[in-house]
T-cell receptor, first 112, second 111 residues
Framework: DGGITQSPKYLFRKEGQNVTLSCEQNLNHDAMYWYRQDPGQGLRLIYYSQIVNDFQKGDIAEGYSVSREKKESFPLTVTSAQKNPTAFYLC???????????FGPGTRLLVL | KQEVTQIPAALSVPEGENLVLNCSFTDSAIYNLQWFRQDPGKGLTSLLLIQSSQREQTSGRLNASLDKSSGRSTLYIAASQPGDSATYLCAVRLDFNKFYFGSGTKLNVKP
């Protein structure tokens, strides 16, 4: 089955700790995205990547980092610099610049 | 800055009713508009994508329209079913890295 997988489903972060969220797609899509969703709010773009080894900041990139070493993988690291990391994180991909986005099931990050 | 508004924030209807969800946006220079469905604690499922040159798209019981000049889109759901209960989100795209999502309409279809 083609699709996007995210792991883990739930992630707990301690103070001062960096954590990494996994996103993998087997749709052969060039573009991948990371969004953050807070209760009662729309999604906000954190980072996006159009091709391997290239990525750009979105609207709320501070405190986050990404890599794109393989076409199918786009991991997101939430660093200790992100002071309010509790949120639902969604990964998405699309074939072209203006095509339909397909979303993964999400990772919920909580702070201990 | 683009603002995307969805009204109402919540809607409860009896099964079988036809209904309309609204999405408005402030900047009409969009590439496309997409409607999504989100179930509690889940990711987004794409329902319909309307390019800026199109006026509407249809899929099954769903019909989405786009009026760029007035900054509005509607999602029409025919003969609603309890399985349609979810949050419906619209998103406009201004550029490759410029997405703006509404906060959604939470729909409850009562049996």
């Amino acid at each position: 089955d083609g699709g996007i997988t995210q792991s883990p489903k739930y992630l707990f972060r301690k103070e001062g700790q960096n954590v990494t969220l996994s996103c993998e797609q087997n749709l052969n899509h060039d573009a991948m995205y990371w969004y953050r969703q807070d209760p009662g709010q729309g999604l906000r773009l954190i980072y996006y990547s159009q091709i391997v080894n290239d990525f750009q900041k979105g609207d709320i990139a501070e405190g986050y980092s990404v890599s794109r070493e393989k076409k199918e993988s786009f991991p997101l690291t939430v660093t200790s610099a992100q002071k309010n990391p509790t949120a639902f994180y969604l990964c998405a991909s699309s074939q072209g610049n203006l095509e339909t986005q397909y979303f993964g099931p999400g990772t919920r990050l909580l702070v201990l | 800055k683009q603002e995307v508004t969805q009204i109402p924030a919540a809607l409860s209807v009896p099964e079988g009713e036809n209904l309309v969800l609204n999405c408005s946006f402030t900047d009409s220079a969009i590439y496309n508009l997409q409607w999504f469905r989100q179930d509690p604690g889940k990711g987004l499922t794409s329902l319909l994508l309307i390019q800026s040159s199109q006026r509407e798209q249809t899929s099954g019981r769903l019909n989405a329209s786009l009026d760029k000049s007035s900054g509005r889109s509607t999602l029409y759901i025919a003969a609603s079913q309890p399985g349609d209960s979810a949050t419906y989100l619209c998103a406009v795209r201004l550029d490759f890295n410029k997405f703006y999502f509404g906060s959604g309409t939470k729909l409850n279809v009562k049996p």
